[in-house]
């Protein structure tokens, strides 16, 4: 993929009304989408960090949309936690930071667009789950941002990618890449392809739950990987819901699939030998029932009873993409190496075939979560 210069941070810091001069900065977290800093600036009382992101215009064309939405949902939250006399509330959301003149983003001279956020002190990220209780916590966190935008229209919302979860979409995508072969990489890749066409009902079956009228549409966050929570670093509390680029209107479904595809693997996401792509039943029940908690007479029986539906959906859907990306030769997600996406690919229909050799197990899980 194409790999963006490194930033002026001093120049863009000092776009954004923060309070005193920049002092250094660092590239921070594991995305691969956009690029994120953490910087510092010598405040009146002492060192004060935050969050610079730069949006990819790549796969954002229309980074305004991404703008208004993370406002709006922050602010929508605030709201929220104040009606709710949470007393904390500045650590259970992202604070976004204006640009001098008072505008939620500033675009610098290569017309890139930029926002800024509070950091969040005194909490960690996992880009896997350690165990049963870090999975509950961020999952609950989860739940909690479902619940409490229950009561802002996804009306409200811009798409910000449209067709992000559209398997049809992805599916056709898939089928350009094979055919066109642009790399020379289909017959490595041809046990990934047959699988995916072997899936195409997953599709299917999405598709008309998923037409207008049979399960609601909300305020979703699209991207519940365990690594978009902030834990609490002493109590290991789920805190705040981050990374808000995807916030778009879509099913409850997706959120949950997006949670047991990135939570219950026992292997890292890019792992060479994807036979350790297994599910850990113990992992999906604390996470299940962590996000249901705070749902409790939100989710209609329907979205209850889809909830695995979402799960396989999502995880063949971001499998296709990795090996639509491979395919193509690597354009969207970032890589390290030589054959990254496909190592990705092969370990998430690695583990959606387990899931699906489980799911007895695991529709029984879901049931006995009231």
Same mark, same amino acid.
């Given at each position: ?89 500045? !650590? ?63 009306? !409200? ?11 049809r979409r992805r599916l056709a995508d898939l089928e350009d890449a094979a055919a066109a ?36 549409? !909300? ?138 050799a489980r799911q007895a197990d695991l529709e029984r899980i879901l049931r006995a979560i009231?």
């Open positions: 993929m194409v790999v963006n210069p490194v930033p002026d941070l001093a120049a863009v810091a000092a776009a954004f009304d923060l309070p005193g001069p920049f002092v250094g900065g660092e590239p921070h977290g594991t995305g691969h989408i956009n690029d994120t800093y953490r910087v510092t600036v010598a405040g009146p009382a002492g060192p004060v960090r935050f969050i610079l992101r730069r949006i990819n215009r790549r796969v954002f064309p229309n980074p305004e949309l991404v703008v208004a939405n993370t406002v709006q949902v922050c602010q929508h939250l605030a709201t929220v936690y104040r009606r709710q006399g949470v007393t904390d509330s500045d !650590r259970r959301r992202q604070v976004p930071v204006p640009a001098r003149g008072g505008a939620w983003r500033h675009v610098d001279a290569a017309g890139d667009w930029w926002c800024a956020f509070l950091f969040q002190e005194d909490t960690v990220g996992r880009d896997e789950i350690g165990s049963e209780d870090e999975a509950w916590q961020a999952a609950r966190a989860f739940g909690r941002f479902l619940r409490d935008t229950t009561d802002l229209s996804p009306a !409200r919302l811009a798409v910000t990618i449209p067709g992000f979860h559209d398997g072969d642009a790399c020379g990489r289909v017959q490595e890749a041809a046990g990934e392809l047959a699988f995916v066409r072997d899936h195409r009902s997953v599709v299917a079956a999405a598709e008309r739950l998923l037409a207008p009228g049979v399960l609601p549409w !909300r305020v979703t966050h699209n991207d519940t990987k365990c690594n978009n929570v902030l834990l609490d670093a002493v109590t290991g509390e789920g805190l705040c819901v981050i990374d808000l680029d995807t916030v778009m209107p879509g099913s409850a479904l997706f959120d949950f699939g997006d949670m047991v595809r990135s939570f219950v693997s026992a292997a890292p996401e890019d792992d060479p030998d994807p036979d350790r792509a297994r599910l850990r039943n113990g992992i999906f029940a604390a996470l299940a029932a962590g996000w249901l908690e705070p749902l409790a007479g939100v989710l209609t029986p329907a979205e209850r009873e889809h909830l695995l539906l979402g799960a396989r959906l999502i995880i063949l859907l971001i499998g296709t993409r990795f090996l639509t990306d491979h395919l193509r030769g690597d354009v969207y997600f970032r890589i390290r190496r030589t054959g990254h996406n496909l190592d990705r690919c092969r370990n998430q229909f690695h583990l959606l075939a387990d899931l699906e009231p």
